[in-house]
């Protein structure tokens, strides 16, 4: 089993910058891919950004420029850095780990951006 385990949500005014991490642990592959969702009231969930164990990213048109993802392999720990933040990047974000078929999902951090 995989356990994640998200930290580093929370209020920001429009403009500012929030940095998220998500720690895995449990029975990791070295070949994976993790990755940020979030998902706002009323919505479905949606990618945000990924990246694999080797490096490559792939990000939402939504947040290209304004966000990056990295990783930290020995650690098996991902993170999101988030600046320029708008209200609509107001969600729930969840870290997902996919590795050998299965998806395993964190618990969720709430990110609120004031205007």
């Known amino acids: 089993q995989v356990q994640l385990v998200e930290s580093g949500g929370g209020l920001v005014q429009a403009g500012g910058s929030l940095r998220l991490s998500c720690a895995a642990s449990?029975?990791?592959?070295?070949?994976?891919?993790m990755g940020w969702y979030r998902q706002a009231p009323g919505k479905q969930r949606e990618l945000v950004a990924i990246?694999?164990?080797?490096?490559?990213?792939n990000y939402a048109d939504s947040v290209k420029g304004r966000f990056t993802i990295s990783r930290n392999n020995a650690q098996n720990t991902v993170y999101l850095q988030m600046n320029s933040l708008k209200p609509e990047d107001t969600a729930v974000y969840y870290c997902k780990l996919s590795q050998r078929w299965y998806d395993y999902w964190g618990q969720g951090t709430q990110v609120t951006v004031s205007s």
């Open positions: 449990g029975n990791i592959f070295s070949m994976n891919v």
């Open positions: 990246i694999t164990s080797g490096g490559a990213t």
